[in-house]
């Protein structure tokens, strides 16, 4: 059994006071970060998970709202927890520069090139298979506006799998790669389409019947999906564990 833990299910605009992007893998080969939205290290200490205990952080593309949290996290190793240990990022390849850049903005001093810890880049392609941390991890392009380009991923250990969408408009990838997973966790940012780059609750609905996932959540969801009633698909929310393998 391993665990997927929901630490920030909001969009870019926080809404409904959501925490940005960032779930929290935990199986037996260590803890992996999906997404590290700006907000992330506060969601990790409301939480009480010390950030030392995170192996890895996996990036599907560079938004802000998904991995503009980094640069705050190597804040805390160098001058809070104090990190030691190797510490790997893994995502499209321009992730690292990114980081340093951002980091560089916001601390004109550039610390990140003083980490006392090995940061081991892991450039991930669409269509590339790969093992991080224990985890395997399938990478495949959805259709969304970021450079140099944006991931889905499908990630398993041993039998047992979830999909997430990343930032996506929809694609019939979600149907093929859904086959047999545990858990899509599928990005919601209105109830209806506001725009060509992200999935709608419309979209969802009306592609529901052919994903092949025992459950489906949504996350990353905009302002109207989080005030609409009840709906006929699961919403997630920050704190929310999903159990996995079960």
């Not at 991923?153 to 930032?167: C, E, M, P, Q, T």
């Not at 929809?170 to 093929?176: G, K, S």
């Not at 047999?180 to 609905?205: G, N, P, R, W």
């Amino acid at each position: 059994m391993w665990r997927l833990s929901v630490l920030g299910s909001g969009d870019a605009f926080n809404s409904g006071g959501a925490l940005h992007s960032a779930y929290l893998i935990e199986h037996g080969g260590g803890k992996v970060l999906l997404e590290c939205g700006a907000s992330t290290l506060a969601a990790l200490k409301k939480a009480e998970i010390n950030p030392l205990e995170i192996d890895a952080v996996l990036v599907s593309h560079l938004h802000g709202d998904h991995f503009g949290g980094i640069p705050f996290l190597m804040l805390d190793y160098l001058f809070a927890s104090r990190r030691r240990r190797p510490f790997v990022l893994a995502g499209p390849p321009s992730l690292c520069d990114r980081v340093r850049s951002v980091y560089a903005g916001l601390y004109k001093e550039s610390h990140f090139h003083q980490m006392p810890f090995a940061i081991d880049q892991v450039t991930i392609e669409p269509g590339q298979d790969l093992e991080l941390r224990g985890l395997r991890v399938e990478a495949f392009r959805v259709p969304h506006v970021a450079e140099p380009f944006c991931l889905g991923y499908r990630i398993s250990v041993d039998d047992s799998a979830f999909l997430f969408s990343g930032d996506s408009a929809w694609t019939d990838e979600f149907v093929a790669r859904s086959r047999d997973t545990d858990v899509f966790l599928c990005e919601c940012c209105s109830l209806d389409k506001q725009t060509e780059f992200h999935t709608c609750y419309a979209d969802i609905l009306a592609h529901r019947d052919q994903l092949d996932c025992s459950r489906l959540v949504l996350t990353h969801l905009g302002a109207d999906v989080r005030a609409a009633g009840e709906l006929a698909v699961e919403r997630a929310y920050d704190g929310m564990v999903l159990e996995l393998g079960t």
